[in-house]
Nanobody
């Protein structure tokens, strides 16, 4: 059973920093692209950042220069370092990872979400 577990969310003041982590566990035989999404109340889920197997990254315009995505294949983790946080970054953050498990091809898995609240 493959599982993704996020951690690192919380309450932070504007201008502050947080580091989100997402760890994959279970019978994993391959890791593809890794992504962070977020969803604010009343809004659609949006892609925040992604990192390919080659380490190529891409960011939403709203977070460029403030957020950094990274991955550690050995530890099966993907991280999101967030700095210069703004109230509009407040959302539930989800990790999304393409994984290959036993007897399967690559498929997309989601974490349960971690809340980030930016407020003074």
């Amino acid at each position: 059973q493959v599982q993704l577990v996020e951690s690192g969310g919380g309450l932070v003041q504007p201008g502050g920093s947080l580091r989100l982590s997402c760890a994959a566990s279970g019978s994993i035989f391959g890791i593809g692209a890794m992504r962070w999404y977020r969803q604010a109340p009343g809004k659609e889920r949006e892609l925040v950042a992604l990192i390919t197997t080659a380490g190529i990254t891409n960011y939403a315009d709203s977070v460029k220069g403030r957020f950094t995505i990274s991955r550690d294949n050995a530890k099966k983790t993907v991280n999101l370092q967030m700095s210069g946080l703004k109230p509009e970054d407040t959302a539930l953050y989800y990790c999304n990872v393409d994984l290959r498990s036993v007897g399967t091809s690559y498929r997309s898995y989601w974490g349960q979400g971690t809340q980030v609240t930016v407020s003074s």
